[in-house]
């Protein structure tokens, strides 16, 4: 049998080249290779998103479309809705006597999103909800309901499994080894940058450019994209390193090409105007075929419906024996 992989994505917009590139592109290589549980998770949304359920529910349809174009196989990854498995809820619960408050708060990945949170929204720790501290519990139920063996994480959530592996130790140790620790499969490429030169690319940043944006939005976010600003004449040399025109073109274009852009901008002889278009151009070409994609299952949303309904049904059967197990665990299962 392969192994069970699960990943999930937060239903609160579209896809941007972020999560293709950082994440969405190694899951087309895992869906050959294992039994793939992709989770479209609307309730840890809702968890900073709690008074704007439209939001969320608009959202699943749109990501997983966008998981669609760009070429997950639905006969190979499982789509499914974690609002719909009502274990993962009943197993958050059982979890919850298992984690401290303290050990929550000093889970890194919490901490740096509590700050960004503060930063961006002006939050202060007061408004912190018991539903967002607890989103790594809720996650460690979201892995274990299926038996998840492997997760494809990017370096940063790499606490959140720790947090997991730590609540299935514990849970082995006083009810008898009954879960799997899951192991992280970290993603071979590395966090992709914003437009402005920030180190994450993120809607809330608007730095992002998303796999819907029409070919006019995404030459006016090109445009104004950070260059060298040293740069002042079209033909002062310049260095591609700190230019974010020079990073995209090096995600998109023809490695001759990306090889030219280089040359040219450090001897001067290429002016940043034209060296924009050229990648407006590029990013247009490497985008049409998602797009193309796209355009098939927003003119058959009965299919996308299938597909969840499919893959939810699924995710129910398994969770429930799981949860059977984990009950009888627990000496819980009357
Ligand atoms: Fe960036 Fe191109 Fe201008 Fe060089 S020529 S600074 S790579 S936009």
Redesign the pocket.
């Known amino acids: 049998m392969p192994k069970t992989i699960l990943t999930g994505l937060r239903p609160t917009g579209n896809l941007h080249l972020g999560h293709l590139f950082g994440a969405c592109q190694n899951y087309l290589k895992l869906q050959d290779q294992y039994d793939f549980y992709l989770e479209i998770a609307d309730v840890q949304a809702l968890t900073d998103n709690f008074d704007n359920p439209k939001k969320v529910r608009l959202n699943v349809k749109e990501i997983t479309m966008d998981l669609l174009s760009i070429g997950l196989d639905p006969t190979k990854v499982n789509f499914f809705i974690q609002s719909q498995i009502k274990e993962i809820a009943e197993l958050t619960v059982y979890y919850s006597n298992l984690v401290t408050i303290a050990r929550l708060e000093r889970n890194p990945t919490v901490k740096t999103e509590i700050a960004q949170k503060k930063e961006l929204f002006g939050h202060n720790g007061e408004s912190i909800t018991y539903g967002f501290l607890g989103y790594p519990v809720s996650q460690a139920a979201d892995i274990t309901i299926f038996d998840g063996e492997l997760i494809p994480v990017g370096e940063d959530q790499l606490p959140l499994i720790e947090q997991c592996r730590e609540i299935v130790r514990k849970f082995n140790s006083i009810y008898g080894k009954t879960l799997k620790e899951p192991e992280p499969i970290l993603s071979d490429t590395a966090r992709i940058k914003g437009l402005d030169g920030n180190e994450k690319m993120g809607k809330s940043l608007g730095n992002a450019i998303f796999l819907v944006d029409d070919d006019e939005i995404i030459k006016k976010k090109i445009m104004n994209a950070i ?2 600003p040293s ?1 002042i004449k079209k033909d002062d040399p ?1 260095n ?1 390193n700190i ?1 974010m ?2 990073y995209y073109h090096k995600l998109v274009n023809t490695k001759e090409n990306i090889e030219k ?1 280089c040359s ?2 450090k001897k001067g002889t ?3 105007v034209a ?2 278009k050229e990648l407006i151009e590029k990013m247009n070409k490497f985008l049409a075929p998602i797009k193309e994609k796209r355009k098939y299952y927003e003119a058959h949303p009965e299919k996308v419906e299938e597909i969840l309904k499919a893959g939810t049904q699924k995710a129910q059967q398994r969770a429930n024996i799981q949860i059977q197990k984990i009950k009888k665990a627990m000496m819980i299962d009357y």
Do not use: H, I, N
Request: aromatic share 6%; proline share 6%; hydrophobic share 20%.
């Open positions: 260059t060298d740069k310049a591609p230019c025109v020079y852009v040219e901008c290429r002016g940043c060296c924009k």
